[in-house]
């Protein structure tokens, strides 16, 4: 009798245990493996990105992003729910007038989230002045020309897709249709818009065209610390701005994890410019630019090719050149700075 006993007093207290462990066997795959929506019984992929869990479906440019419904498939055993709702392929319905996140959660209690953005496809496809092409975002574009640019005749390429037009409006109120291929006056920097065919709906673009003056080509960034000396030094790497910024380039400096000073009031560097064309650093004046309060760097006219810069406890630091010859000629650089860990 003693044994029955002992045997059911630690059946009592292990079987719990063993159930608190949860099943051995339950999965841990939680990966939206398809994804699409339908409009207008046509059914749009979405285009999933696995490294970084996003997925980004493109409809018709006058489709409403809501309500929509979309089509998924995941994981054997997974569930799939947005802000704790559950969410069924090909029923549930959604707004995607902004990015939703989806959390598909594994028979193992695990979850990962997934960012679905849904836009609309855009009217504009492709525009190109210049033989430059327009930076978009949304409807606003930005495009940087080179300083030898002629605005009076120059050449506009675009493709938009099918039932619209490209116009801008000349200084004198007139509408002028842009045919791609052809040249065409912007020196006045018309503004663009986009028509429907066959009828006057309007959807307004501000494009930002910029006649750059020779530009910082190269920036190479030594000398950290209080004095403003040392033997190390980076070249920056370039990166493009967004689409309708003022900036010309952003500058990205990593500096060594030895770099003592970064981000107190003694930090200092040495800028090293290389101008494009090899334009001498004589024919620019140099400025700070903060909030465009545009204040001369010390030690103007820069007669050489560096100068050491006070950065203080920023991580972020603007330059502005402005060609002497043609004061009109400025470009606003930022440089941003980040410590190697």
């Not at 001498?280 to 103007?300: I, K, M, Y």
Request: glycine content about 6%.
């Amino acid at each position: 009798m003693k044994r029955l006993v002992f045997f059911v007093f630690w059946a009592i207290l292990i079987i719990p245990v063993l159930r608190c462990g949860g099943d051995s066997n339950s999965s841990s795959e939680k990966l939206i493996t398809a994804f699409s929506i339908v409009v207008d019984d046509k059914t749009i992929e979405g285009n999933i990105n696995q490294s970084d869990f996003k997925i980004e479906v493109t409809i018709p440019h006058e489709a409403p992003l809501s309500p929509l419904v979309a089509h998924f498939t995941i994981s054997q055993g997974a569930t799939v729910n947005i802000g704790g709702k559950e969410q069924k392929s090909g029923i549930t319905s959604n707004d995607f007038s902004q990015p939703v996140t989806y959390s598909v959660v594994a028979e193992d209690g695990s979850s990962q989230n997934y960012i679905v953005t849904v836009m609309n496809e855009r009217v504009i496809q492709f525009l190109s002045i210049g033989g430059n092409s327009v930076n978009f975002n949304k409807t606003y574009g930005s495009v940087l020309l080179p300083y030898d640019t002629d605005l009076k005749n120059i050449q506009i390429d675009c493709n938009l897709i099918q039932g619209y037009s490209l116009f801008f409006q000349n200084d004198d109120l007139s509408e002028e249709e842009v045919t791609s291929g052809q040249f065409y006056d912007l020196s006045l920097k018309p503004a663009f818009f986009v028509k429907k065919n066959g009828d006057n709906i309007i959807t307004n673009y501000s494009i930002l065209i910029t006649v750059i003056s020779p530009r910082i080509e190269a920036l190479t960034v030594s000398g950290y610390g209080v004095n403003g000396g040392g033997a190390t030094s980076v070249l920056a790497t370039v990166s493009q701005p967004e689409a309708g910024s003022s900036l010309v380039s952003i500058f990205n400096v990593e500096l060594p994890k030895e770099v003592k000073d970064f981000e107190t009031d003694n930090f200092k560097v040495t800028f090293d410019f290389n101008m494009e064309d090899s334009q001498p650093l004589s024919d620019f004046d140099f400025f700070t630019d903060e909030n465009e309060a545009r204040v001369p760097f010390q030690g103007n006219p820069w007669s050489n090719s560096s100068t050491v810069v006070s950065i203080g406890n920023r991580s972020e630091y603007f330059i502005c050149t402005k060609l002497k010859s043609d004061p009109t000629k400025v470009n606003v650089y930022k440089v941003v700075f980040t410590k190697s860990q």
